[in-house]
């Protein structure tokens, strides 16, 4: 099995910043596209961004120009760095992971558990 853990969330007040970092670890052959999912209360989860193992990128457009994707390959972790934070970005942030695992050669899917994000005064 291959486990993701977030961190970096937190309560940060409108236009901080703030940095989440999520770690794969287990039976991981290769890691393919890392991603971060959002959902806020009452709302399905949505998109923010995703990066492929060449670098490739992809944000939604609600964080364009705000949030920056990138990764560690030899680490196997994925970062997600927001600035200039808004009310509306508030959500639980899952990081996602397409791979391959060691055991078995299949691929999978795997999400972490959620960080909480809130951006208020």
């Known amino acids: 099995q291959v486990q993701l853990v977030e961190s970096g969330g937190g309560l940060v007040q409108p236009g901080g910043s703030l940095r989440l970092s999520c770690a794969a670890s287990?039976?991981?052959?290769?890691?393919?596209?890392m991603g971060w999912y959002r959902q806020a209360p009452g709302k399905q989860r949505e998109l923010v961004a995703t990066?492929?193992?060449?670098?490739?990128?992809n944000y939604a457009d609600s964080v364009k120009g705000r949030f920056t994707i990138s990764r560690d390959n030899a680490k196997n972790t994925v970062y997600l760095q927001m600035n200039s934070l808004k009310p509306e970005d508030t959500a639980v942030y899952y990081c996602?992971?397409?791979?391959?695992?060691?055991?078995?050669?299949?691929?999978?899917?795997?999400w972490g558990q959620g960080t909480q994000v809130t951006v208020s005064s």
């Open positions: 287990g039976s991981i052959f290769s890691i393919n596209a």
């Open positions: 990066i492929t193992s060449g670098g490739s990128t």
């Open positions: 996602n992971a397409y791979h391959i695992d060691s055991r078995s050669l299949r691929p999978g899917r795997s």
